[in-house]
């Protein structure tokens, strides 16, 4: 597994924030205050505090997570059986396509998944016609029929 | 699956400015609607509407599991009987350590699972932990299941919603 080991620390009201503020955000005039209150420290601190974990890549993003197909584009996940020897090629053949918004070598006969964000629904199944051709293996189309989506809540 | 409901230009350059983030400030919302060019009630109506029509899924952070010493996540699957497929995977989106939980096709014979949960954990070992509970949940209408780990990150550009 390719991860960067790194140990940042975090204290109390660094955990209490990311707790906190993986629910929900409010839409108000002035809303870090709002949510400062809440959590008993100031609004500066909150906002350096929010700044800090974010340049620290202790948060990927904050703020609205947008539904991608609700606007208008296409959406899905594909999987491919890529034989040992090929992979790297193939996996440049993947790539190369910037429909391919992720891809995950995964430890499984089906050894690589990747997620296709499209304009529009139309070019999906094109997408995945022309990644067969472009790598000459079948592409599993996984497209969710439904989404039981909560999020993930990390205790800290 | 619901309908599409209508985004119009307004709400695309909304999309536009925040796609990246919140501004960090002490009036976030004047400060999009300074960009989009409309005034910041305009700008929370529509990101209120957004919200409620489920175009914006929540409003808020998203940590970095790995960041934060969750360096297991495995994609488990498993298959599941159809006439119970929606109840369980609800029931299994409801695991606070689950992040997603989808249903999709089988590609029988060589796919045969058909609900998808992503699992996290501090490591691998936590990650199998977590699967157990899973299959303790999904009980007598589950057949198989298995956990595919990633083995590496090969593409990662993430989603530009919005040009």
């Given at each position: 597994m390719m991860t960067r080991v790194s140990s940042i620390e975090l204290d109390h009201t660094d955990r209490t924030i990311i707790n906190a503020l993986q629910g929900g955000f409010p839409i108000s005039a002035h809303p870090y205050a709002e949510v400062a209150i809440d959590l008993g420290i100031g609004e500066e601190e909150l906002i350096a505090r929010l700044k800090r974990l974010l340049d620290d890549g202790v948060l990927s993003r904050f703020g609205p997570m947008y539904h991608a197909e609700r606007l208008g584009g296409g959406l899905t996940l594909a999987a491919m059986k890529v034989p040992d020897g090929e992979f790297d090629q193939v996996n440049e053949a993947v790539n190369a396509f910037p429909e391919v918004a992720h891809n995950y070598a995964r430890d499984h006969d089906f050894n690589m998944w990747f997620v296709l964000a499209t304009e529009t629904p139309e070019r999906i199944e094109e997408t995945l016609a022309e990644i067969e051709a472009a790598t000459g293996h079948k592409v599993y189309n996984m497209p969710k029929s439904q989404e039981f989506f909560i999020g993930l809540r990390l205790e800290l | 699956m619901s309908h599409t409901p209508v985004i119009d230009d307004i709400d695309r350059a909304i999309i536009h400015a925040t796609q990246a983030g919140l501004p960090l400030s002490h009036s976030p919302y004047e400060e999009v609607a300074a960009e989009v060019g409309v005034s910041?009630?305009?700008?929370?109506?529509?990101?209120?509407?957004?919200l409620e029509s489920g175009v914006i899924r929540r409003i808020g952070a998203v940590p970095n599991h790995y960041a934060l010493g969750f360096r297991g996540n495995g994609m488990t699957?498993?298959?599941?009987?159809?006439?119970?497929?929606?109840?369980?995977?609800?029931?299994?989106?409801?695991?606070?350590?689950?992040?997603h939980a989808y249903l999709r096709p089988r590609h029988v014979p060589e796919w045969?699972?058909?609900?998808?949960?992503?699992?996290?954990g501090r490591d691998r070992d936590e990650v199998i932990a977590k699967a157990d509970i899973i299959r303790a949940l999904l009980g007598e209408h589950c057949r198989a299941g298995e956990i595919l780990f990633s083995?590496?990150?090969?593409?990662?550009t993430g989603l530009r919603l919005v040009a």
């Open positions: - | 910041a009630d305009e700008v929370m109506q529509r990101m209120g509407r957004m699957v498993w298959d599941v009987d159809e006439a119970h497929a929606d109840e369980l995977g609800r029931a299994v989106g409801q695991l606070d350590f689950v992040s045969n699972y058909n609900l998808f949960a992503m699992a996290h083995t590496r990150i090969l593409k990662k």
